[in-house]
């Protein structure tokens, strides 16, 4: 098992462009979830699903963003006619729903610039 | 609204000298979960220890330890020998129990100096 991993690391677009993220699990963990964190800030929750089910989303979220994990497995996060606000780092994280306690594994994150 | 703060943006530290990072947070609940993760530059968040609130012994790996004042809502983590590699971010984080987002502070960047 190689632990979390997120594509692409880096991500610099355009004002006005999509763009979309992917996130690889630990294959064992049914729950996944995306954290968003900005310059001199801790991660933020946006989003989290057990197994195929999202079963919130942060009011951080605005319309522009979309979030999928179909059959469970890995996960990618759209942002729509990004804006340079959303120029962060967007963390994914996974854990069994038994364990939350015992914390997440992260991944590397995916760094997004929006020039 | 529960809230972590950590007071120290950035923080210095000789080589295997020991160093302590506060961090203390807000909150009405009795079940809860406190957390300390590092972030290394350019690098995932790992988890350095975490402590359930319920136990009143104060959680340690190797050389990490806390101070967790539950009264007092204070967690602080201790850096005991420190090294190189212990440079990084850490956040200090809180769950409540049965649930499974984190409200994390705004790190403390530590510099561990050769």
């Known amino acids: 098992d190689t632990g979390v991993s997120q594509d692409p690391r880096h991500k610099i677009t355009k004002r006005g462009q999509n763009v979309t993220f992917r996130c690889d699990p630990i294959s064992e963990h049914n729950r996944l979830y995306w954290y968003r964190q900005t310059l001199g800030q801790g991660p933020e929750f946006l989003t989290y699903?057990?197994?195929?089910?999202?079963?919130?989303k942060s009011r951080l979220l605005s319309d522009r963003f979309s979030a999928e994990r179909p059959k469970g497995s890995f996960s990618t996060l759209e942002i729509q006619r990004t804006e340079q606000g959303d120029s962060a780092m967007y963390l994914c994280?996974?854990?069994?729903?038994?364990?939350?306690?015992?914390?997440?594994?992260f991944g590397s994150g995916t760094r997004l610039t929006v020039v | 609204a529960q809230t972590v703060t950590q007071s120290q943006p950035e923080m210095s530290v000789q080589e295997a000298e020991t160093v302590t990072l506060s961090c203390t947070y807000d909150t009405s609940e009795n079940n809860y979960y406190l957390f300390w993760y590092k972030q290394p530059p350019s690098r995932q968040m790992i988890l350095v220890i975490r402590q359930e609130a319920y136990k009143q012994q104060n959680a340690t790996e190797n050389r990490f330890s806390v101070n967790f004042q539950k009264a007092a809502k204070s967690f602080s983590l201790k850096i005991s020998d420190s090294q190189l590699g212990d440079t990084a971010m850490y956040f200090c984080?809180?769950?409540?129990?049965?649930?499974?987002?984190?409200?994390f502070g705004t790190g403390t960047r530590l510099k561990v100096l050769a």
């Open positions: 699903f057990q197994n195929e089910a999202q079963l919130e």
């Open positions: 984080a809180f769950m409540y129990s049965g649930t499974y987002k984190y409200i």
């Open positions: 994280a996974s854990s069994l729903a038994s364990a939350g306690g015992y914390g997440y594994t």
